[in-house]
């Protein structure tokens, strides 16, 4: 199994469960093997991290071969460790990119409320969460009220995130294609950037912890 693409490739694999193939089989023990060879990598929660909440939202462009869609991803740090991801295809074809990472926001805003209010229970009241996203336009788009006739298309679910960017629940704000930590969950990469991914969202070897 090729390193790089298994976060990837376990949610893409996953979506052919009902029907699965040969082919399908062949690159779930792929999956495994890789799973077999990285037994000592885990989660890291490392204790007394400073409690704050940021998303990240990222897409792909049509990058499902048999009917064009996208897929979103999205993953949610609090302190310094990974707590939410999602890697899911988008219901609908987009007609742009634009399109297609506010609709990722959209989710990953979806997501920031419920974990605001879980926080909440806990007694921790977190306003103007950071969600970070590679695509200007895309931003622009969830600060602008106005109904251009270039995004009428759009269904009207997905404006939602414009209300609690405008209430201040969340706080949409510009990161490097680099940087983007749900970049992982959308598409294969390459082998250096796999990893420093998965270090940055806090997937480490145990044996270089001690």
């Known amino acids: 199994m090729v390193p790089y693409s298994i976060m990837f490739v376990v949610c893409l694999c996953a979506r052919f469960q009902a029907n699965a193939k040969e082919s399908h089989l062949k690159t779930a023990k792929r999956i495994l093997k890789y799973l077999k060879g990285t037994t ?40 310094s460790s990974i707590i939410s991801w999602h890697s899911k295809k988008q219901a609908c074809v987009a007609l742009s990119t634009i399109e297609t990472e506010y609709i990722a926001a959209g989710n990953c805003c979806a997501q920031i409320l419920w974990l605001k209010q879980q926080l909440e229970d806990f007694g921790l009241k977190i306003s103007k969460v950071p969600l970070l996203c590679d695509n200007t336009s895309a931003i622009n788009l969830t600060k602008n009220q106005i109904q251009h006739s270039r995004i009428k298309h759009i269904e009207i679910r997905h404006h939602f995130i414009r209300d609690h960017v405008n209430n201040g629940d969340c706080e949409i704000k510009f990161i490097e294609t680099r940087c983007q930590l749900a970049d992982i969950f959308t598409k294969p990469l390459p082998k250096d950037m796999f990893f420093f991914l998965r270090n940055e969202l806090g997937i480490l070897d145990s044996q270089n912890l001690s």
């Open 40 to 79: 000592n990598v885990g989660l890291w929660y490392p204790c007394h991290s400073p409690i704050h909440l940021i998303g990240y939202s990222d897409s792909d462009f049509a990058g499902c071969k048999m009917n064009w869609k996208n897929t979103s991803g999205t993953c949610h740090i609090l302190g």
